[in-house]
């Protein structure tokens, strides 16, 4: 059984899929309805494969993500409520 965590959470070097979209669980400026369409105009969908690229030198935020065959920036407190395995 592998564990979930929230893709805010992962590490430079991380590969796996996308689980669920929890945006009510994460501190967003953006209402949870307008965050999670927006996560899904960019690829983030169940099953999907995800593997984190870079990060960003201050803070670690944002983080370079390749979502199947996109690769999208995003800050991190936002990719929290990405759920991944």
Known sequence: MTKTLSLGQAQRGFIGRIRAIDAAAC???LA????ESR????GFVEDA????L???MFGRDPIAVRVNNATVAIRRREAMAVLVD
């Open 39 to 42: 996560l899904i105009e960019m």
């Open 32 to 35: 949870p309805v307008e965050l």
């Open 27 to 29: 501190a967003s400026v």
């Open 54 to 56: 870079h990060e960003g």
């Open 49 to 52: 494969r995800v593997e984190v």
